[in-house]
């Protein structure tokens, strides 16, 4: 009972001579995790071994405290979004939402097809083809089909590929209650501003290891030998350098552009000398933003480290 959803101990995957996935760990839980790597990097591999498709070399993969290889009783639990095409194109997205319903055994597969259509808003195209779908189309009726039997875990693999913006918003909506309810979704995705803005916790894998995970905000603040940078627009630039300077938690300054851009080990450091500075030089402060604490910005330190 006490198993978290996903768990992954020195878990290694290769081909041949290729290895795809290196001695990785990691466990998640309730909540969206993004599971973001270069092309290459293993990420695929990872989720075919969490969904069962794949034996691991190494290590173990678990469902709830249960193996995912070779174990169809995990398929209860999961719901799976596969980034391949995956539907049957001479089946309406109706039939083959049902199909799955069926393949669960649930009592009423025809609701069950029906209430998870309307959770990713295909109903006006539920009974043409799936043939006919465009590619976003196809992703819903494919998160419909995952979700049909209402499963605590959902693995997906680029689940918003496709999508137009609208699309992509509704999806991000559904898995935002979702995760709400209590349920454990990983994701991974290369549209890094989608992940920041859905995702609680990330797992960067790069050459098939784990090379970072948690909020990435704590993991910018645990990178210590890179600078935080701060852009400043102030009433006079030049005299707020000139008092910022002095101070131990400040590594350098450099006006562009009309703007003074600040480097600081401490970014909790800068934002307090910042103002002390400015009320000593007599400078009035317009606008103060942090310019390298995003997702882009880790996820490039870690790929380049």
């Known amino acids: 009972m006490n198993a978290p959803p996903i768990a992954v101990e020195n878990l290694s995957r290769w081909y041949g001579n290729v290895v795809a996935v290196n001695n990785v760990s990691f466990t998640v839980g309730p909540g969206i995790t993004g599971l973001l790597g270069p092309n290459g990097a293993g990420k695929s591999t990872i989720l075919h071994c969490l969904a069962g498709f794949l034996r691991p070399s190494a290590g173990e993969v ?7 290889w070779r174990n169809p009783d995990i398929y209860r639990r999961i ?8 539907v049957y194109p001479f089946l309406t997205g109706r039939q083959f939402v049902e199909l799955n319903a069926r393949l669960h055994a649930l009592p009423d597969p025809a609701d069950a097809a029906r209430r998870a259509i309307a959770r990713v808003d295909m109903e006006a195209a539920a009974d043409r083809a799936c043939g006919t779908y465009s590619k976003g189309m196809k992703q819903r009726i494919k998160v419909a089909a995952a979700i049909v039997h209402d499963p605590p875990i959902l693995i997906l693999d680029e689940p918003f590929n496709g999508a137009d913006p609208r699309q992509r918003l509704q999806l991000m ?4 209650r ?3 309810e209590g349920r454990t979704i990983l994701y991974s995705s290369h549209i890094l501003e989608e992940v920041e803005r859905l995702a609680s916790e990330v797992l960067v894998i790069v050459a098939g290891r784990l090379a970072a995970s948690g909020d990435y905000r704590r993991i910018r603040a645990l990178m210590t030998d890179r600078p935080h940078t701060v852009t400043v627009r102030s009433s006079d630039n030049r005299a707020l350098a000139a008092a910022l300077l002095p101070d131990p938690a400040i590594r350098g300054v450099a006006i562009e552009d009309g703007r003074l851009e600040i480097r600081s080990a401490e970014l909790r450091a800068c934002a307090l000398a910042l103002p002390r500075a400015a009320a000593a ?5 317009y606008e103060v933003r942090p310019t390298d604490e995003s997702l882009e910005s880790v996820f490039a330190y870690l790929v380049r480290r």
Do not use: K, S
């Open 281 to 285: 030089a007599g400078v009035t402060l």
């Open 178 to 180: 979702m995760a709400a």
């Open 79 to 86: 719901g799976l979004v596969p980034e391949r095409e995956a």
């Open 62 to 68: 678990r469902i709830e405290g249960q193996p995912a």
């Open 173 to 176: 909506d559904l898995f935002r």
